[in-house]
């Protein structure tokens, strides 16, 4: 249990520093009361994935959404799962990216003057030397279960950047600090971008099957606790981070919060190194979920081949590195990201297929199925909203997407 709680939170934890971000495009008060909300019904529907996989008799996402929806619910399940995971190992190479960089040239500040290793300096050197030395290695294994060490480390170096961005925040110059009239703000100018980033951080669906397997016992009882406290300590740490960071920030809140403080900023540069190592870790949590879409839809029927697994391994890793090389913008990757797969995987498949496994008798408005009805018609409408909002951005340059060469 202990194991599947770090993979569980390390896997919501991974996108933790974009929640600043989220925070200052909802608003503070607002932005706090969404967190807090969508982390109890990330909470609920996590555990009905498990539910709905009880009531179909299937034991994958893709085979739950074809029992109810036929081969049309099969596709889509996969396509939302390998965007989501795929859109999550893009962030998270992006972020390798932006702080892996800034603490070698802190520790070395003459390294750039050396013809030989002043590549290590260089952003797009360094994603992709870490992806190939580190992450690829990690997504090799076919056991999730041997990532969970690797997640506990993980998570104690979240809580690092925690505590930094905390000590940091207030001790930054006036220069880098944002408008303070803007701290008690109710509602901001992106409530739906915000969505979109905040279940980008929290979704786990499109591997908490995966995650339920992996207990010695797998009961709904043992999942829901590992949920329960998955949950309850990244909401804590999301919290501390988002509050904390948006109060020193607030209208100049980055997609990375880390990206706010100065790059000689020595406790912030420990913070970027912790950053940069967590996602070596996370990344390959979301490469196991996108070769599983594909394993399951393409090749469910066969036996595990070895040439298969090294090919789609690699071909995935190497497609989502190339894709993070040349865009710095976190913020607008989370957005699109989120506010479309994660809120299609969180909120509106769980709640349509337990609408459709539950009793057919009984009306949509019943008190038993009210809640999943709700949600499905919270799910459509952020996904819709927040998909034209982040693209239109994007187009106009609003959101100061950048492409890095």
């Known amino acids: 249990m202990i194991d599947s709680v770090a993979n569980m939170a390390n896997s919501i934890l991974g ?119 580190v992450s690829y290695p990690l997504s090799l294994y076919r056991d999730i279960h041997k990532l969970s060490r690797a997640s506990a480390l993980a998570l104690i170096g979240m809580l690092i950047i925690v505590a930094s961005v905390l000590v940091e925040g207030p001790h930054v110059g006036p220069d880098l600090k944002g408008d303070p009239s803007k701290r008690l703000s109710f509602v901001g100018p992106g409530v739906f971008q915000a969505i979109g ?66 790059r000689s900023d020595t406790i912030i540069n420990v913070a970027r190194f912790c950053f940069g190592l967590n996602m070596f870790t996370t990344l390959p949590l979301e490469l196991f979920v996108c070769r599983e879409v594909i394993e399951q839809y393409f090749f469910s029927h066969e036996s595990f081949n070895p040439q298969r697994h090294v090919f789609f391994t690699s071909v995935i890793l190497f497609s989502s590195m190339l894709l993070s090389l040349f865009t710095c913008d976190l913020g607008v990757t989370l957005e699109i990201t989120g506010g479309v797969s994660a809120t299609a995987l969180a909120f509106i498949f769980p709640a349509a297929c337990y609408l459709k496994l539950s009793e057919p008798r009984i009306p949509w408005y019943s008190r038993t199925k009210l809640p999943a009805s709700a949600c499905l018609s919270f799910g459509i409408i952020v996904m819709i909203t927040s998909l034209f909002l982040a693209l239109g951005k994007t187009w106009t340059h609003e959101g100061d997407a950048k492409i890095c060469l």
């Open 197 to 262: 980033v905040m279940s980008f951080a929290f979704v786990c669906h499109h591997n908490s099957l995966l995650i339920y397997g992996s207990l010695r016992t797998p009961t709904l009882d043992r999942f829901a606790k590992v949920t329960h406290i998955s949950t309850a300590i990244s909401l804590v740490a999301c919290c501390t981070l988002a509050i904390s960071a948006f109060w020193v920030f607030t209208d100049r809140t980055q997609g990375n919060i880390l990206n706010n403080f100065s």
């Open 15 to 133: 996108a933790g520093a974009g929640l600043p971000y989220a925070v200052s495009q909802a608003g503070f008060v607002l932005g706090i009361i969404l967190l807090v909300v969508l982390c109890l019904i990330t909470d609920w529907t996590i555990r009905l994935v498990v539910i709905n996989a009880k009531l179909s008799g299937r034991n994958s996402y893709i085979e739950i959404m074809n029992s109810c929806f036929g081969s049309s619910g099969r596709a889509a399940v996969s396509v939302f799962q390998f965007s989501f995971a795929f859109g999550g190992m893009c962030a998270f190479g992006i972020i390798i990216g932006d702080t892996i960089p800034h603490v070698i040239r802190s520790l070395f500040p003459a390294l750039h003057t050396i013809p030989v290793l002043s590549v290590f300096t260089n952003r797009q050197f360094v994603i992709a030397f870490c992806t190939v030395c």
